[in-house]
């Protein structure tokens, strides 16, 4: 084969690479989140958004005392985060369909001040769909000015179709810095 036919197949082989390269980054990063996203909600039973439970839905619970479910709290915070946080209770017992609060403590440890976010999660994984949260801090940015602490509330409520059994669950949460909004608030 002469150089100019090598140069040409190899000039293909480049062509058909980068295709199948910008095709897998599509696949990645516009395919593959609302597939994953279905199968959180409709098969494994993984409620995905983060916002407050419809008002009317919470209204029409009707309090189960016939029944109690242990709810544990778990605060953690990002390695790069120079805050702590922690709930202030380890667990409560409720009745499914009762509105509960419970309180967590964040203290920001850093010289500067710092924006964060909290992401929760709930395990099971399938009890999230029966965990109903009111108001959350992790519903919005947490601002913490150097060495400031605060109590934070989330009210929720335990949907009673639970099943049965279920008796334990956990929210746990995670902050992290919120580089972007930490960076816009020191420019100020």
């Not at 667990?91 to 967590?104: D, M, N, Q, R």
Request: glycine share 4%.
């Amino acid at each position: 084969m002469s150089a100019a036919g090598e140069q040409k197949k190899n000039g293909r082989v480049v062509k058909i690479a980068l295709i199948v390269c910008v095709a897998s980054f599509l696949f990645g990063f516009r395919v593959m989140p609302p597939i994953y996203r279905i199968a959180c909600q409709h098969i494994f039973g993984i409620k995905y958004e983060n916002k407050v439970a419809d008002g009317a839905k919470v209204a029409a619970f009707k309090e189960d005392d016939t029944r109690l479910v242990e709810v544990q709290f778990v605060g953690n915070v990002n390695s790069a985060l120079k805050w702590k946080f922690a709930p202030e209770v380890f667990s409560v017992k409720v009745h499914p369909g009762v509105l509960t609060e419970a309180w967590f403590d964040a203290s920001n440890f850093a010289p500067d001040a710092i924006v964060g976010n909290a992401v929760p999660s709930i395990a099971p994984n399938r009890a999230s769909l029966y965990f109903n949260k009111t108001e959350c801090f992790c519903f919005t940015e947490q601002t913490l000015k150097a060495g400031e602490s605060r109590r934070m509330p989330v009210r929720f409520v335990v949907d009673p179709k639970l099943p049965a059994d279920i008796k334990q669950l956990t929210l746990s949460y995670t902050f992290y810095n919120n580089e972007i909004a930490t960076k816009r608030l020191a420019a100020q």
